[in-house]
């Protein structure tokens, strides 16, 4: 019985140290950038505004920035919206959602770099199974898509300048589209 008992013991001790080592908070092993993903069908930015992804983000809109985690053994990417603080995943049904925590397996891409300055995002847990959006912006099903198709393909990009503050500040007087930003941003808060 005794040597069955350490035998489970060291077990239980590898279980624990596997488990702890790919705790995804575990900065030491762990790049995190900052950038926005062009698509190529939408010729807009991937944004992330909660539980809802979109493809219709402009060029350094908040919603489009994201947080890139990438774990140290290469290409396995989080992508979290820095502004919802919603990660991209992708479910059994092959659905793209925001997901408050991306320590789930679903919300795992392998990046695969295309020979034409395009990156594919391919599930890790579903196989062949890409992100991508169809052009009016709209995620399009896991299942639906394959390496080929311009839907699945996206641009890293640099968030664009800053504006200047004068110039800021003339775009802060409230227009409809302010009043409306801010109208969703408290909806997406409820939610």
Request: glycine content about 8%; overall charge positive.
């Amino acid at each position: 019985g005794l040597y069955f008992e350490s035998q489970q013991r060291s077990a239980d001790f590898r279980f624990y140290i596997e488990n702890h080592t790919r705790n995804p908070d575990d900065l030491s092993r762990k790049q995190v950038r900052i950038y926005q993903l062009y698509s190529r069908t939408t010729g807009k930015h991937v944004q992330i505004l909660g539980k809802k992804v979109n493809a219709n983000g402009d060029d350094g809109g908040k919603y489009a920035l994201l947080i890139v985690e990438t774990e140290t053994f290469g290409s396995h990417v989080r992508i979290k919206g820095k502004e919802s603080e919603h990660y991209i995943c992708m479910n059994e049904k092959g659905k793209i959602v925001g997901m408050p925590d991306g320590r789930k397996q679903e919300c795992v891409f392998i990046e695969e770099f295309l020979e034409n300055n395009y990156t594919a995002l391919v599930s890790a847990k579903y196989k062949g199974w890409y992100l991508g959006f169809n052009r009016k912006g709209r995620p399009k099903k896991g299942s639906r898509t394959t390496q080929r198709q311009q839907e699945v393909h996206f641009m890293k990009r640099q968030p664009k300048g800053k504006v200047n503050p004068v110039q800021e500040f003339r775009f802060t007087t409230v227009t409809k589209r302010t009043r409306r930003a801010r109208r969703l941003k408290s909806n997406a808060k409820r939610n």
